[in-house]
């Protein structure tokens, strides 16, 4: 054991013991020429098994940067002994708060299961993906400005594809998902879903998570709607759980539309449109038509619907007539497709309202209890088609700018999904990537060195523009492409050069722009080329902007 009052390194002057574990003791010390604190664990080495799953703990939070992780500052590698030295946290583990204070407020809970939804989230995106498998109170520690920290990575480990199984089975008993004890089951995201699932379960209700049950039955004031996400986090089969953090991340702002107040609501909605709208042809199907005759009318009252969307002369109007569409069949993708491009995108901005109002269509309820969204999932291709194009809106064209989470969840559904071209999979990979680096440019390690490598970078932004994208995807689909090519070029041009990004290089992806410009966009039809000629104005002058930049940054050594 380290002294308290030695220094170690010359710089970290041990104050006292802070924590222990299995093989390891953490330490609180002072860095008194940086008056800062840290903390140190010492891993003692006697214990191979141990000390080779600290060393992976190592090496997987030096990679990483989130402000819900703390990062290590510096190693120290002695005979007995490593030393790591982190950011100290300050503040109280959640298994004491919950000593101290029992069950605690929904309010609370959900915003702390928030942020850990985030921490999660970055984890899950790495590559590969880094899954934490020991999510509980004790591992998690409220700061005294109420933001919460994620410690203790012993159990994490990332996910391999080609893996049938979990090299080691870790995490706490109660609070391990099922699979973490199954030899042929392999720990992934979901497995971290279903700790959360029961941290919050446990931190509600204040009962072991040994009882496990709906947290309604212990304090029936909670909300039916956060029971019902808990349920779904804590489901025995990964298939049946939330599939992403995103996806739980959603369900937690919107719990209370998941009440069963708001289903008997939506669905009485669904009634009252029916009789409206409908009335006089479903009267007719059930004085005797057949199930045939009423598909028939359904197929009719949709394609009339989406005609009278495409006609509509006010937003409104256009909008209601789009969501009676997907409303009739919410398989569909037509009227899904012609809200999200005719309806929200047609000004080529998405807003936070529009986005609100998308997610509220797409998570109505039909009359068996399933979501919209739900059903329209079942057609894989039409939701495929679909997430790209979401994820391209939200990625290019949301209003808040720094909030990607809803892009990353599209673009992971695109690239995974077989019923899209390799092009559009390879760009929503690629996509998915660009996100990673837009949170790590501008972050250093300790050593000041950039998380970000610009050549890589680069070589990322440059595989989103091989091929034809007008004729792979769309015209405004290659549009937000080429404007990303040019604007970064722009904002980040001597970063690529310092990267070793040569000038030709950069002059070649601008003219490959500029000859698609004028090759590319002249076979649409007239409505759409109104659409599109003042975003291609738009990128056209991007394009001149970039070409003028590479020249000023390679300016210096043509000298």
């Known amino acids: 054991m380290l002294k308290v009052g030695s220094v170690i390194d010359g710089k970290y002057k041990i104050l006292n013991v802070i924590g222990r574990g299995g093989m390891s003791v953490v330490y609180l010390a002072m860095n008194e020429r940086a008056n800062k604190f840290w903390a140190v664990k010492e891993i003692v080495k006697s ?103 994620l410690i203790d990575f012993g159990a994490a480990r990332e996910y391999k594809p080609e893996s049938l199984g979990d090299t080691v089975s870790l995490g706490t008993f109660g609070y391990a998902a099922p699979e973490q004890y199954e030899r042929t089951g392999q720990s992934d ?45 804590t489901q025995l089969r990964k298939e049946e759980r939330y599939q992403s953090c995103a996806e739980l991340l959603y369900a937690l702002e919107h719990y209370q539309e998941q009440d069963r107040t708001y289903r008997e609501k939506q669905k009485r909605k669904v009634g009252i449109f029916a009789a409206c709208f409908l009335g006089s042809a479903l009267l007719g199907a059930a004085a005797g038509l057949f199930l045939g005759k009423e598909t028939q009318i359904r197929k009719t009252n949709y394609e009339a619907y989406m005609l009278a969307a495409r006609n509509s002369v006010d937003k409104n109007e256009e909008i209601e007539n789009y969501g009676r569409a997907a409303s009739l069949d919410p398989a569909r993708e037509e009227a899904w497709l012609g809200l999200l491009r005719e309806g929200f995108l047609d000004d080529s901005f998405l807003t936070a309202k529009e986005s609100r109002e998308l997610r509220a269509a797409l998570i109505r309820y039909t009359d068996e209890g399933k979501t919209y969204e739900a059903v329209f999932q079942e057609n894989e291709k039409g939701y495929a088609r679909f997430a790209y194009e979401a994820g391209i809106a939200y990625f290019y064209k949301f209003e808040e700018k720094e909030n990607k989470k809803n892009a990353a969840g599209y673009f992971r559904i695109a690239a995974e999904s077989e019923a899209l071209e390799e092009g559009q999979r390879k760009r929503a990979r690629c996509l998915g990537l660009i996100s990673d680096y837009y949170s ?51 904002s980040r041009g001597a970063r690529f050069r310092d990267a070793g990004v040569e000038k030709e290089e950069m002059l070649a992806q601008l003219v490959r722009i500029e000859e698609s410009l004028d090759k590319d966009f002249t076979r649409m039809d007239e409505g759409m080329q109104e659409l599109v000629r003042r975003e291609t104005e738009e990128v056209r002058q991007a394009a001149a902007q970039a070409k003028r930049i590479v020249q000023s940054v390679f300016a210096g050594e043509e000298n």
Request: charged share 30%; hydrophobic share 40%.
């Open 189 to 233: 995201a979901r497995t971290d879903i279903y700790c959360l699932g029961v941290m919050m379960f446990q931190l509600l209700t204040g009962e072991s998570p040994h009882r496990l049950r709906p947290i309604r039955e212990y304090r029936s004031s909670l909300s039916a709607g956060l029971e019902a996400v808990l349920v779904k986090c």
């Open 47 to 149: 214990d191979s098994l141990r000390f080779s799953l600290d060393r992976k703990e190592l090496e997987l939070m030096k990679r990483l940067r989130h402000p819900c992780i703390p990062a290590i500052a510096d190693v120290i590698d002695r005979r007995e002994a490593v030393l790591i030295v982190m950011d100290y946290v300050e503040g109280l583990p959640l298994d004491s708060l919950l000593a101290r204070q029992g069950a605690q407020s929904q309010e609370k809970v959900l915003e702390w299961a928030k942020q850990l939804c985030g921490a999660l989230s970055y984890l899950h995106s790495r590559r590969p993906p880094v899954i934490y498998r020991d999510l509980k109170p004790a591992n998690v520690i409220e700061r005294p400005d109420g933001t919460v920290a």
């Open 440 to 490: 790590r440019i501008g972050m250093v390690d300790e050593a000041g060195d950039a998380f970000v490598s610009y050549r890589d970078y680069w070589d990322d932004l440059t595989e989103l523009l091989e091929g034809n994208l007008v004729e792979e995807d769309n015209e405004r689909t290659a549009l937000v492409m080429y404007r990303e090519m040019a604007g970064q070029i722009v």
